[in-house]
């Protein structure tokens, strides 16, 4: 399952503060630890963060600022080894098919 969380600085979504966090909300729906998790527009956005301490394995950050990525990385130190950056734009990046895990479909939709 690919979730594509369009993040903030923040796990909050500073349009809406009183919905839960993302990362909250993709630990509901993202139970398998090895889904495919792709965090659009993540850059500095600490949403990869808690990913990784909630043990997901299969986490990219994509942004079309390699600074915010930079800034990611080297928060994350070592960690940041465990995740795939891609600095591009959302709208002509070159991302790996996605194979989905056995019983699981893409949603419809994302709201």
């Known amino acids: 399952m690919v979730i594509a969380a369009f993040s903030a600085p923040t796990d909050r979504c ?42 997901y394995r299969a986490v990219t950050v ?9 800034r990611a990385q080297q928060r994350l130190g070592e960690r940041a080894g465990l995740v795939t950056w891609i600095a591009e734009d959302v709208l002509t990046a070159h ?5 989905m895990p056995s019983g699981m479909t893409a949603p419809s939709s994302i709201s």
């Open 62 to 70: 994509l942004d079309l600022a390699p600074s915010g990525l930079a």
């Open 14 to 55: 500073h349009a809406h503060p009183d919905k839960p966090p993302r990362q909250e909300v993709i630990r509901r729906v993202v139970t398998d630890l090895d889904a495919p998790i792709i965090d659009v527009g993540g850059g500095a956005s600490t949403l990869v963060d808690g990913l990784l301490d909630a043990g």
């Open 95 to 99: 991302l790996p098919p996605i194979t």
